[in-house]
């Protein structure tokens, strides 16, 4: 027979084997050895992430890292290291892009669906236990209560099988496994036994196919990286030319390429095209994205919020639709007993009716819905059986007959189930009721009575006797988090839309739901959802609430939402909801959930608090505003950095700055003030284009500096100044005008800037009056004439630089303004939730 090949698994439905082994008797020895040997084993080890190599490589060995390092290497080499101080900004972007990946990539490296320690299986008639890696194909799979499936397999004999394969498939109930049904991998015998034989090992199987996607290597969309690396990538385009350019104007200053070898000026040249390259490359930029990172991400733990990956404390900011799963999400994921509503009130207040749900709650295979009756009906006299019909998931009823009690046969079930179309038709008592209790959001049963009792026929055949009518109607309900109602009303005054998502019925979770406060009229019944992707988009455009939803629907989903241009955080609890939180742009785990989830959760909820949420989104409101002011600064410097080196290779000028005399303002006006930026309060909402707005300041402003310093340079070569007081003239203007740049960015102006912008001046004023300092610097007295011409150049500076501010202002504003008006609306129904990016 031809090997039968599944593309879904069919939980329930009866699937062709490759050949037909006796379950009696198991593979034989030479028949294991054959399959070993063909490597048709259960072993598998995923690809879960990239190696130790790989992510070394990825952030040291970079173009700019080569740039930075091998400038490094050559003032080391050369004796300058007094100027080579740039070389730790970039060993330190290193160590943490390591650091942060390598976190990730343990956090993957966990994920395992399969923990069984041993597999129950028969060969040569005997059975035995064995390692999950060393199950073959078609071995035949003992299962017991409690047993782990190792492997995908059908079912060759079944006494009662029940598996639970919520973890799996979002499914809570257990499903019956009859001869025929396939077991999936992952799922866990929750009672009686049978024997199984495998139709997929190893990579093939469900568990392993699953684990193997959920656990691809991918990092957070984050917008400021993305625009950083943008920035990078056009300055390396630029770096050789203008490093070629550099060179050349400081090596003709020296005379000549010639002469420049013979007396050693070319040195000097060198060191000046180093100080020109390294000032163009906004290094401090990515340290200090990844430093505002780690902060919050140290903050929210504190908060009980583990942070995967450093980037999602911004990118929960972006988020504009957010995708919940129900159980685990919203409601802790357990239910109570809520009431008993009788359909007969004699009977209902009879005492054989205490002492049936009695019985039903205590009996050793009860389920968890089931165990719900023990604290309200506890047994005080044991009712015996006589004949019982477990509970089946297939059919989901159960049915009990007593030796002594209550007389007949009593049914415990869905009301569907037992009595069809009369428990949906609201023209009946019973359908009427069933109906109005259901639209509620909580889970109904009926218990039903019929005067005949179960015979061997009914048993055997697991039907129902004649006359069975309905007695009551039993509700429960799920505990719903405290903090799910505020974090979802936080979320609408936010203008952040909510779709939830469960596996549940449809109309039940849109009950949660209005509880909750969401507006959700009734729930879509996912099992209707159209297989076309832009179709199914549409429909997540209009609706809210989904009941019925598959783990592989709950991916498509999030891909269909994103193509709509949203930006989604998906949350959940289950292995099931694993894929759909990996494909999110932000995926959230519960810590009560599954080891799979939290590997490839971007965030996860340590203490399951929903209410966490709003913290996250303000700790990434606060990083995406203050490093966008931050970035204006690097930015700002590397255009008059491009500037410098582009005027001064044209007009072939000396380069006016020693690499050590650059530190002097990349760490007073730019790179320590940054960091305190970076880390104060902000609660700016999140406004889409970061880059041009950061661009659309510093170009102008970094080429206005350029200009004035080619000005200064041009002009103090013409009185005569000599080069170390040139250089010391320019350090000085491009000082107080980064000063000034850093005060103009910072406005409002509060105390605590006061304190920093006060702190770098009284820093600047030191190192160009203490000697020790102006020594290490070479750092001189400009002279009278260059201090006049220095002076005035400052001042024409810092009036440009204010109209620049002025202009950039409006640009601001009208991007503020055009966000508020395309804001998402999370109305649950239409179209005003869409958010237009």
Known sequence: MAEHEIDAPDTDGATDLTIEIDPDAGLR??????????????????????????????????????????????????????????GFAAFANSIIGCVQEFRAKAALDKLALLNAPRARIRRDGAEGEIAPGEVVLDDILVLRAGDQVPADGVVRRARGLQLDESMLTGEADPVDKREGAEVLSGSVVVAGEGEAQVTRVGADSYANRFAGEAKRFSLVASELRTSINRVLRWMSWLIGPLGLLVLNAQMMVAGGWAEAWESGGWVQAIVNTIAALTAMIPLGLVLMTSIAFAVGAARLASRQVLVNELPAVEGLARVDVICLDKTGTLTVGDIAFDALHGLDEAATASIDVAAVLAWYGAAPDANATARCLREPFPVEQPSVPAATIPFSSARKWSAVSFAHGPAGTWILGAPEMVFGDQATDTATPLGERVVSLAATGRRTLVLAHSSAALTEEDVAAERLPAGVAPAAVLTFRETVRPDAAQTLAYFARQGVGVRIISGDNPRTVAAIARDLGVEAPEGYDARRLPDDDAALAEVLEEHTVFGRVTPEQKKRMVVALQSRGHTVAMTGDGVNDALAIKTADIGIAMNSGSAATKAVARLVLLDGKFSHLPDVVAEGRQVIANIERVSMLFLTKTAYATGLALLFGLLVLEFPFLPRQLSITDGLTIGIPAFFLALLPNTQRYIPGFLRRSLSFAIPAGLIIA???????????????????????STIILA?????????????????????????????????TLPIATDFFQLVDPGRDAAWLLTGVIIVTIGAIEIVRFAHRRVVARDLARASGQAAVPAPTGRADRAVK
């Open 29 to 86: 020895a030479a028949d294991v050895a054959e399959r070993v040997a063909d490597g048709r084993t259960n072993a598998f080890t995923a690809d879960t992430s990239r190696s130790v190599w790989n992510i070394v490589r990825a952030n040291v060995f970079t173009l700019f890292n080569g740039i930075v390092f091998g400038c490094f290497f050559v003032l080391f080499v050369l004796g300058r290291w007094q100027d080579a101080l740039f």
């Open 736 to 768: 107080v005008v980064g000063i000034w740049v850093l005060t103009v960015l910072s406005r409002p102006v509060t105390r605590v800037k006061v304190l920093v912008i006060g702190a770098m001046f009284i820093a600047l004023l030191a190192i160009f």
């Open 707 to 729: 200009i004035s310093l080619t000005a200064y340079s041009l002009a103090a070569a013409s009185r005569g100044v000599e080069e170390a007081q040139l250089r010391t003239g």
